[in-house]
């Protein structure tokens, strides 16, 4: 995947050199110049630079000697100033591709961020406590098909009822909690957060909550929703989980269908995810997000959620399958408007007349959630990504780059409580940095794990198509 032209290259050059530095400072304890055969590369490089440079100085000051040989130098001097910019650009690239080709490609785990987190215990339910459960500790042989649902949030009056209304629909499973706090605020969220635990004791009975206090200064604090994910995960007493952002709550009854396929099929001991299908309710002019989910009437199942879905054709007009249309507090596939490519390849015509579990093939940027078993070799989160963008479909697409596949489950499903998104419209929007991070970092990393690029150029969002191009990158060299 080589730009075709010489300014384009420099830029990558560029770019990469920076990036390299970046390893080499901080992430993965590495320098820029890691071998003794890059140094030797570079001092003599470096050595030829100088001495051109000296030869051409010594040109532009040499008389001649002759009328003649005074007048082919000076002749000749623009061109050799154009060959000696053109002779450093050259030692640039190429210092660049050694670089890129034997400095190590930094994994998953953003050990500078995590550095500037204070992960802390903060609660233990009762059941966790009374088995032996911790932060460190598993659930025993008799929990082996047991799930946990992982879930980061930040201190607000809604993520917390969100957080109520899934412990009281998944009593007979675990929740891991990361709560994140940033460091200005932290006192006085522990206050108010020991209360309310105190008051909802009896939801959680079987729930580890986690503290994360963010010490980054102000100005450079991004959420970093992957490595509170991944924190998740590492506190969960189970090892089979399902990755959950707050907001979506599972139907009544999920937890039993779901522990019931992990027992019939093979689903636990292979590279398998089971899906369950989401779906969004919409709010009502008149509706508080922060109300309880029994105000929103949510069907408790399959059965008396289908008459309520409504399923846009072909992305333009919107009928729901019983002849109705789209208004307010109506029920849809997830984001099937605004992302379909989320959770599309779900495939819920097929779900609402299905008896059985069906397999579906993965389709660039897709992100459902599921129940995986992480003992199967599961990867986790690319921590790099942080704030807004890229950070749920890059995990779904190394999971099926590693071999894994997606089975939908036939009769549970999750519903999101529609809210009102940040009103800081930069907290939503996908940042330079990381569209740069997935070009030159994730994407250099699936390739070398696993042997080949699966972002085409069609696949990518339009920020990173627009990093491509930056870089020099069009369809057809990226593609190749």
Sequence with gaps: MQPKHKKQQNIIARRRLRRQREIGRGRDGTFLYSTMAEFLALLIGCSFTITLYLMYTLDNHYDGGSENVGKFIRRRQPDRNYILQEVVKKFEHIIYKSASASA???????????????????????????RGLGSTARASAGDGLAITAVVQISFHPTKLQRLLDLASRWRDGYISVILYVCDEESSSVLEHLESYVKE????????????????????????????????????????????????????????????????LNTVSREKTALILPSFERSLAKDEDESSPIEAFHIPDTK?????????????DDDDDINGGSVAEGKISPFHVEIFPQGHGPTKFEKWITTLNPYQVEYAPRFEPYFVVNKQNGLPPFWEYFQGYGFNKWSWVAELHAAGWKFIVAPNSFLVHIDHDYSTNKSSRTIRDKMAEEFVLGFVPYIKKEYGSNPFSWDDLSHSGVIILKELGYDRESWNH
């Design 104 to 130: 190590s490609v930094h994994d998953h785990v953003d050990s500078e961020t995590r550095s500037s987190l204070d992960i802390k215990p903060f609660f233990r339910g009762e059941q966790t406590v009374r």
């Design 200 to 263: 909802h004791a009896s939801l959680f009975e079987k729930t580890v909550i986690q503290i994360v206090t963010d010490r980054r200064p102000k100005a450079s604090r991004q959420y970093p929703i992957n490595i509170l994910r991944n924190m998740g995960m590492e506190n969960a007493p189970t090892d089979h989980v399902i990755v959950l952002d707050v907001d979506l709550v599972p139907n009544v009854g999920a937890y039993a269908d779901l522990v019931k396929h992990l027992s």
């Design 303 to 315: 059965s008396d959620l289908i008459p309520h879905i409504v399923m846009p054709e072909n992305g």
